[in-house]
């Protein structure tokens, strides 16, 4: 096929929802937008961002088919959560401004378009919430968060505290981020808040890194022996004096039962725990923006890693209009 006849894919049936490209729906059926100037529409925006860079265990994870799977499962789903009787898309005006353009070969090239996209929506004051990719992705889109002059206060949900100096002579790999936040970023290491850490897959300088830099550390033990409560006050105190919070959810932060698409970690909050804990926190803190990262679709029982990721989403932008219990 020469070029001038190339045509891009057409499904071969009438669908009722926007694409994003070839047969993937927008998230939740939102609309598709693709011209910056369109997010002024929008009080939410959500963007792919399907970058895998340097791997910790086997040779890949398939993080980089997250956003399309999570896109698809979302079809599933209406806006409304009969718990809180809130209507989140009523509530909210959604939208899918699709994925930052990736380049496998250049990070620093992708990141830069993953710190673009989040900057843009911020422009127009809306919430970014953006799926990996691996969670290397934070950093661009904090340096975003950053550099649009918001202090914020940084809610790391992760089995594992990523504050490695370096992986593979990569500083920018997905064990890494936490470290270049603090260190690059310039945010206050007092300002972050790393919950659910646990096992084995730790190092012992990662442990000494957060301890000494002074990073709040809530561990799975922490949690369940008590903790949920003061955690979560300890948050909702911590961000007055922030611009609000940004959450940041490695998919293993949930035990393997809740999330087998993750790296498998066993121990972990369920599903319940997890969004209760979100809710909680975001409905007396400011939503700066959230991702979540680190769901490997091709290993995913009947999707349901997708689906908990459509979950968490809904009930946290919910969150802010449930009145206070
Ligand atoms: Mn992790």
């Not at 070969?105 to 990996?132: A, M």
């Not at 911590?238 to 999330?259: E, F, H, N």
């Not at 790296?263 to 809710?279: F, K, N, R």
Request: net charge negative; with cysteine.
């Amino acid at each position: 096929m020469s070029s001038e006849k190339f045509r891009p894919y057409i499904p071969l049936f009438e669908v009722e929802y926007p694409l994003v490209y070839l047969d993937v729906p927008s998230f939740l059926g939102s609309k598709v937008v693709r011209d910056k100037n369109n997010l002024k529409e929008c009080d939410v925006v959500f963007i792919g961002a399907p970058w895998e860079g340097e791997i910790t265990w086997g040779s890949w994870s398939g993080c980089q088919l997250a956003p399309m799977h999570v896109r698809r499962v979302s079809l599933r789903y209406g806006g409304f959560i009969p718990e809180f009787n809130i209507d989140v898309l009523a509530k909210y005006r959604i939208c899918d401004y699709g994925d930052a353009c990736i380049d496998p070969d250049n990070q620093d090239k992708t990141f830069n378009n993953i710190y673009r996209k989040v900057y843009d929506v911020l422009e127009f004051n809306s919430i970014p919430i953006v799926v990996g990719g691996d969670h290397s992705i934070t950093v661009p889109v904090v340096k975003a968060i950053v550099e649009k002059g918001f202090n914020p206060l940084i809610l790391h949900f992760d089995a594992h505290y990523d504050n490695l100096p370096s992986y593979k002579g990569n500083k920018y790999a997905r064990c890494c981020p936490i470290r270049r936040i603090i260190e690059d970023l310039g945010v206050n290491p007092d300002n972050v808040f790393q919950i659910g850490v646990r096992g084995p897959r730790n190092a012992k300088i990662s442990k000494e890194y957060a301890d000494s830099m002074g990073v709040h550390v809530y561990t799975i033990w922490d949690l369940r022996k008590g903790g949920f409560t003061k955690c979560i006050n300890e948050i909702i105190e911590k961000s007055k004096k922030c611009d609000g919070v940004y959450i940041t959810i490695c998919m293993d932060v949930l035990d393997s039962s809740a999330a087998p698409a993750s790296a498998g970690d066993p121990m972990g909050l369920t599903s319940y725990e997890l969004i209760d804990m979100l809710v909680n926190i975001v409905n007396k803190a400011k939503l700066l923006g959230m991702d979540i990262v680190e769901l490997y679709p091709p290993i995913d029982v009947r999707e349901m890693t997708s689906h908990l990721a459509v979950w968490i989403v809904l009930y946290t932008l919910a969150a802010r209009f449930l009145e206070e219990k």
